[in-house]
């Protein structure tokens, strides 16, 4: 199986998506190549429009362009986007209710080299904080490609949080991925573990090396944060009684604090979250940095052990 | 004022060689980073480091030091090779670069490396952060200079012109600015991917004293820091005419530089170039 960053599926969706569908209009703020938005540029260039740097203008203009009939899909790095442009975000796109699809790359620490200014683990937090704003993390590229079709017919204002780094594909090509429906990826009894983006490859790998020592988990891919699957959450709950959450984002406001939300009010049964702990990232390999901010696979498989002492 | 002497021009020519070989090097050992805009800005920071900035490498948190700040934060590979030369750490630790658990990050983070004045990185918010400093050199009566340098993509942001703005009503004739005029951003001209143009004449109209110099000729720079001395009243921009990639015939003026760090080959061939 190759490896496909969620960028990458981005840029190939957003340009079929274009071929379809006349009235899409995709921005972006000098960062084309990076978030693969250049292919479309290319084909469309009449229908896209460099804000330049300028994340904040990028944003205004969405609102404005979507106000008068258009789809938008509006790019640049999950920092800049959901980070420096947060109050155009909240107030022009979606206080308005507009049709504006903010994708945001080189989210997370994953980003690398570059370095902590450039590692958004707040962006899920900011985004599904505003009202009305959905929550889209995919997995990996089919599902990106998936996920991005469905946000077209869905009116309203949407956040896609998506990667740098090549990851595994964990869907197939003709999947038949839901929004806002959690996907039941593996069933087991004891403890339920619910990721999102690049960490469901690694809850699935964790998931191998627990079943090798008898330990039966679920392993559920909660890509849409918000609205979220509610139903299917709460039916693990019940079933496993422990649910893990991993996330390369803070733990603090992204699918863990979601997840904790919901099982606290409706169902509560014993819930550990991983993600980064309340700190900045700093410059590394990706894969690197992973291990070091306690998002490897075994870390996973040592979580879900700590959770079957305190079920 | 300095004295601008062929000795002093000679010896910010050599530092200025010396950060160039240090940047090929530093981001080839690095296998990521910003090589073009890093280049485009060696011979106006080797001004600053070598010739112009009060500085005491023993005591980066010195008070009365000068303060430079680096907007166009992804250009670190300039300000770490030139605080390297300067003393403030060994040169050796510049092959640190990017790598986990090093004070020379992707981009500046003031907290991990001393001489590193300001964390920037995202682009726009180091011009304001330097205003704040030179403010504070008001409020407190302090003879120090500040000394910011964007990209003239980054005058794309708004923030710049808040900025900017800001800095001419509150009269910080103790702020210079330099612009970093080469033309290029990522996507491509600037000319073509959101012009700021025409640059000197926005500033003229935000009420600065506006400077064009080439931003490669040494004793040019020079005399435009000595110019913005004696203007008293109101910051000044040193518009500077520059070349992305600056000293590597192949990097020179090509957009795909920009974000680009040398393999080992086109390091031998950049450093070959570079004597
Ligand atoms: C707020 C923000 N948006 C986007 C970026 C990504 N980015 C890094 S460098 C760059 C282009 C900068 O062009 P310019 O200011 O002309 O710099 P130079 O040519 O001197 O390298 C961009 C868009 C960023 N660092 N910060
Ligand atoms: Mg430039």
Redesign the pocket.
Known sequence: MKKQATREAYGKALLELGKQHQDIVVLD???SKSTKTAEFARVFPERFINAG?A?QNMMGMSAGLAAAGKTVFAS??AV?AAG?AFEQIRNSIAYAALDVKICATHAGITVGEDGGS?QSVEDIALMRIIPGMRVVVPADGPSTGQLLEQLYHRKGPAYLRLGRLAVDQVYAEDNKLELDRGVELKIGTEATIVACGIMVDRAIQAWELLSREGISVSVVDMHTIKPLDQELLIKKAKETGAILTVEEHSIIGGLGSAVCEIVSEYYPVPVLRMGIKDQFGQSGRPEELLQHYGLGVEDIVQKVRNLLEIK | MREINDRAVLQVKEKALAIRRHIVTMLSAAGSG?T??SL??SDIVACLYFWEMNLDPANPDWENRDRFVLS????APVLYAALAERGFFPTEQLMTLRKLGSPLQGHPDMRKLAGVEAST?????GISWAVGMALAGKIDKKPHRVYVM??????E?GMVWEASMAAAHYKLDNLLLFV?H?G???DGK?SEVLSPEPISDKFRAFGWHVIEVDGHHIPDIMEALNQARRVKGQPVVIVAATT?GKGCSFMEDRVEW??TAPNREEMDKALAELV
């Not at chain 2, 990185?121 to 918010?125: I, T, Y």
């Not at chain 2, 964007?150 to 005058?155: F, K, P, Q, S, Y």
Request: hydrophobic share 30%; glycine share 20%; charged share 20%.
């Open positions: 703020a000098d960062l740097i994340e640049t790095f800049f420096r450039h | 910003h073009g805009g485009s800005a166009k934060g992804h250009a990185g995202s682009l726009g918010q964007v990209g003239d993509g980054e005058l942001e970093d080469n290029l951003q990522i600037i992305k920009h974000g």
